[in-house]
């Protein structure tokens, strides 16, 4: 294994560590900050708005990893349909995190090895995410046929 490859799953491993506490954080903030059992319909839409903004901050985190490390000299780089903006490392980051990497840009070198992190974390905190609200939707119409 390449000092690379040490440097970016070392930086993956940071990635999903943030992820999981910034994801519990989110998750307890959604949950405090709900209208109560008079509204559950409008208990459930906050809950799927908020849930989106939070991955939304969590996309955009590992863009920012992203970033970072293909700064870093040796680390890799993505292929020629890349043009390095923010949009760009926005997509990849996004694409990664929800479809777990399927994407028209090919991660080349160490960094892949982020992008399938970001893959990981991403199916994580979105299985969450979908207990989560499965879990307020039980609560709040259990006893509806």
Known sequence: MTS????????????LALLGVLHLG???LIGWCQPRRRHPYLRVLV??????VLHLVEIAIGALALWLLAAVPG?????PAFGGAAA??????GISFVTLGYAQVEAQG?????????SLGGFMVLTWSATFIYTI?????????
């Open 4 to 15: 690379s490859e040490v440097v970016v799953l070392a930086s993956g491993a940071m990635l």
């Open 26 to 28: 989110g998750l307890r």
């Open 47 to 52: 809950t799927f708005w908020a849930l989106a």
């Open 75 to 79: 680390t890799g780089a993505f292929g």
């Open 88 to 93: 760009d490392y926005l997509y990849v980051a």
């Open 110 to 118: 160490a960094i892949r090895l982020l992008v399938m992190l970001l």
């Open 137 to 145: 939707w039980g609560e709040n119409f259990r006893d509806e046929p």
